[in-house]
């Protein structure tokens, strides 16, 4: 049965431990995420992190209920850095493709606790931060709530799903990424037109293409479907509003 998370006030111990050290949540989190690039998921250990911060291993239990509600807090932390510094324009568009990029920059800063984090939901304070933010600048642009919550679960879960693709390919050991872009020269380039005319044509362009990331374009053809939807429904509402109610009753 997991240990029960001590309460905020009572874990608030500002003394240093025999290391040196002033034990906090921060400070797991940072820790946390130090050892995920470092050493991959399995270094993530509660004795592990007991000895990186020269505490007993049971210390991380004060803060957190074990090493999997680390890891939202974690991933918590990394949503916290991409809303960090953002601010809503009044440009819908804008706002939201800044917002994207930066959530996607986060995670890929942080490959292992990406793959980690990126499909979990924490309920956790930046992540409903963002929630919030996401839906409140859709409404605001004037869609309706239906299409609001379509488009705000289309943009978050594509963000988070390209976050978790291009960090694992970045988690890769360099020897297998390599061998992994090599195939696209070694193969895809020297396809005969013969028998595969449209990869041969277009090989040049697609090996340029694969180098990067898709996220960006994926995130434009996204807001594109969203402002064809606010553009329907700012002419359903005109068109509401000029019909009026019928004169004389219905």
Known sequence: MPKEVVSEAARRRRKPNKAGVVLSERLYIETALRMLHEHGRDGLTVRRLGAALGADPSSLYRYFRGTDDLLLAVGDELVGRALRGWEATGDWRHDL?????????????????????????????????????????????????????????AFIDQALAFAALDAAALALPHSARAADEAVWQATYARLPAGTHPHIAATAPRLIARMKNSAYPTALDMLLDSAAVALARADAEGADAEGAGPREGGS
Do not use: K
């Open 97 to 153: 493709r800044d917002l994207g990029l930066r959530i996607h920059s986060a995670y890929l800063a942080h490959p292992q606790a990406a793959i980690l984090t990126a499909s979990r939901v924490s309920g956790r304070a930046n992540e409903i931060a963002v929630d919030e933010a996401v839906i409140g600048v859709l409404r605001t642009a004037g869609l309706p709530d239906p299409e609001a919550v379509r488009i705000y679960q």
